[in-house]
């Protein structure tokens, strides 16, 4: 017993090193401080991308023991400083994430208490404040009270919880599968096909549906469809429709396409990841009209609520059919089984091991109230506008005017004496190697297109100014190589 005791003393000595000293806590937290302080305060002056791989050897875990400022070290030098910076202003490329210093401060208090969030009886106040936050949601978008919900990682995770909810309300296994119909657009965001592939539904028939001019679903083409799948002896059993596309930011007829779907007793799901939040503001709010009519809802706080990645949404009408593949029950978790307690999110979601997301999210509406927030989306729509208008004048086309903060346009072949695909091409290479601004491209209908996308809370008109000055520095540079 005492060589025991002995054997345990000595791995005392090693591992209190896990649980530091108040002044050396006091020390770090110092540094970090500081170092996000010159992050913070250098973004308006660095660029946004920045090509470059990492020295993998920074990076190689031995036993030896680092300090905390070689640590910092190569966390500027080989993370910060490579790729996008999408804490940046600047990042106005794909669908920019958020990133705001009060949301960090809450992930900060969500670690250190490190809350288990995945069943009331373990955190009843991370439960109870998750549960909360996803009934804030359900009043914005009018689901109702019986609806349920769960904040995940993010709109992959999200859409992969509704669209297996809308599998299990129909049914949809075995030889079902190969007869089974599922509409959507063909700019829907790639990881509904993911998601197809994750819950054995790879061999449904997907119909991508016909788009109008402004890249929206046609309510009575999809219709049209639904009927001749009918009479084909098909099952038709879910409609996707997008409320902010990830290429141009369409959103597509909510309410139409929601009749439609109620009328043929079909799941209607609807993608709101990007788009979203920006049904707070007033001169949005009637594009959203028939939202309500979903029976599953995707959207992502960290996007429209400009909160650091790691925080999606989803929101299904239907409680039996999302605990179907995710209420279970095990003899080690006894102790925590009551019916009569609050809805657990481990219930209604592929997650047991639950982050305390919820918290990222609460403290800053709570500290900030929803104004500032929405301040900022009605920010971001006219800055996109005031965008285009500097590009129409610098002679670039564009693309229709954008239901949300997404566009997108090209150099015209009229002003050229080459193929515009291949010029466009040259544009965007030139930005990328320029890095002070970051934009992204897509193909439009066979076209190369340059996409903008606003949505960082930092983007500022100061920002779309270097935009604009960078891309005419990028026009010359291209010219000049094909002439």
């Known amino acids: 017993m005492e060589d025991l005791v002995q054997k345990i003393i000595a791995l005392d000595k090693i591992s209190t090193a896990l649980e530091p000293s108040i002044s050396k806590r006091e020390k770090y937290q110092q540094q970090i401080e500081k170092f996000a302080n010159q992050f913070i305060n250098s973004l308006s002056n660095t660029h946004t991308y920045q090509k470059g791989n990492v020295l993998n050897n920074d990076?190689?875990?031995?036993?030896?023991?680092?300090?905390?400022?070689?640590?910092?070290?190569?966390?500027?030098?080989?993370?910060?400083?490579?790729?996008?910076?999408?804490?940046?202003?600047?990042?106005?490329?794909?669908?920019?994430?958020?990133?705001?210093?009060?949301?960090?401060?809450?992930?900060?208090?969500?670690?250190?208490?490190?809350?288990?969030?995945?069943?009331?009886?373990?955190?009843?106040?991370?439960?109870?404040?998750?549960?909360?936050?996803?009934?804030?949601?359900?009043?914005?978008?009018?689901?109702?009270?019986?609806?349920?919900?769960?904040?995940?990682?993010?709109?992959?995770?999200?859409?992969?919880?509704?669209l297996t909810a809308a599998r299990d309300q129909h049914e949809i296994k075995?030889?079902?599968?190969?007869?089974?119909?599922?509409?959507?657009?063909?700019?829907?965001?790639?990881?509904?096909?993911?998601?197809?592939?994750?819950?054995?539904?790879?061999?449904?028939?997907?119909?991508?549906?016909?788009?109008?001019?402004?890249?929206?679903?046609?309510?009575?083409?999809?219709?049209?469809?639904?009927?001749?799948?009918?009479?084909?002896?098909?099952?038709?059993?879910?409609?996707?429709?997008?409320?902010?596309?990830?290429?141009?930011?369409a959103i597509d007829p909510l309410d139409s396409i929601g009749e439609i779907t109620k009328k043929h007793?079909?799941?209607?799901?609807?993608?709101?990841?990007?788009?979203?939040?920006?049904?707070?503001?007033?001169?949005?709010?009637?594009?959203?009209?028939?939202?309500?009519?979903?029976?599953?809802?995707?959207?992502?706080?960290?996007?429209?609520?400009?909160?650091?990645?790691?925080?999606?949404?989803?929101?299904?009408?239907?409680?039996?059919?999302?605990?179907?593949?995710?209420?279970?029950?095990?003899?080690?978790?006894?102790?925590?089984?009551d019916e009569n307690l609050p809805l657990n999110p481990a219930d209604v979601s592929p997650e047991l091991t639950k982050h305390f997301r919820a918290l990222r999210m609460w403290l800053p509406l709570q500290l900030h109230g929803i104004k500032p927030f929405i301040a900022a989306l009605d920010e971001k729509l006219l800055l996109v506008s005031y965008f285009r208008e500097k590009l129409n004048k610098l002679g670039?086309?564009?693309?229709?005017?954008?239901?949300?903060?997404?566009?997108?346009?090209?150099?015209?072949?009229?002003?050229?004496?080459?193929?515009?695909?291949?010029?466009?091409?040259?544009?965007?290479?030139f930005i990328h190697e320029d890095g002070t601004i970051f934009l992204s491209s897509t193909i439009i209908n066979e076209k190369f297109v340059i996409r903008i996308a606003v949505l960082s809370f930092r983007t500022k008109k100061e920002t779309i100014d270097k935009a604009v000055e960078m891309i005419k520095r990028g026009l010359k540079t291209t010219k000049l190589l094909f002439n």
């Open 265 to 337: 007793r079909i799941w209607y799901h609807i993608d709101a990841a990007y788009g979203g939040f920006f049904i707070l503001t007033k001169c949005k709010q009637a594009l959203f009209k028939g939202i309500e009519k979903a029976d599953s809802l995707v959207i992502d706080p960290h996007k429209g609520l400009f909160l650091p990645y790691g925080l999606g949404a989803v929101l299904v009408k239907e409680k039996k059919a999302v605990f179907h593949s995710h209420y279970y029950q095990a003899n080690y978790m006894q102790d925590a089984i």
């Open 59 to 162: 990076f190689e875990i031995t036993a030896q023991q680092k300090s905390l400022t070689e640590i910092l070290t190569i966390y500027s030098e080989q993370v910060a400083k490579k790729g996008i910076n999408c804490a940046s202003g600047g990042h106005l490329g794909y669908i920019p994430g958020g990133g705001i210093y009060t949301a960090a401060l809450a992930d900060f208090l969500a670690a250190i208490t490190n809350e288990y969030a995945g069943m009331y009886f373990a955190s009843p106040g991370a439960v109870t404040m998750e549960n909360e936050v996803i009934n804030w949601m359900k009043s914005i978008f009018k689901f109702p009270e019986s609806a349920v919900g769960n904040l995940t990682s993010g709109g992959s995770i999200a859409n992969l919880i509704a």
């Open 396 to 429: 670039f086309l564009l693309g229709p005017l954008p239901d949300l903060s997404v566009s997108y346009f090209w150099y015209p072949s009229s002003q050229l004496n080459i193929d515009e695909n291949e010029f466009n091409k040259q544009l965007i290479k």
């Open 174 to 249: 075995n030889e079902k599968i190969t007869t089974s119909v599922v509409y959507l657009s063909p700019h829907v965001h790639h990881c509904t096909q993911k998601a197809f592939k994750i819950i054995g539904l790879e061999d449904v028939i997907i119909r991508y549906l016909a788009l109008d001019g402004n890249f929206k679903i046609i309510p009575q083409q999809l219709e049209q469809q639904i009927i001749k799948d009918k009479k084909q002896g098909l099952n038709p059993f879910l409609v996707i429709a997008s409320a902010g596309t990830t290429d141009t930011g």
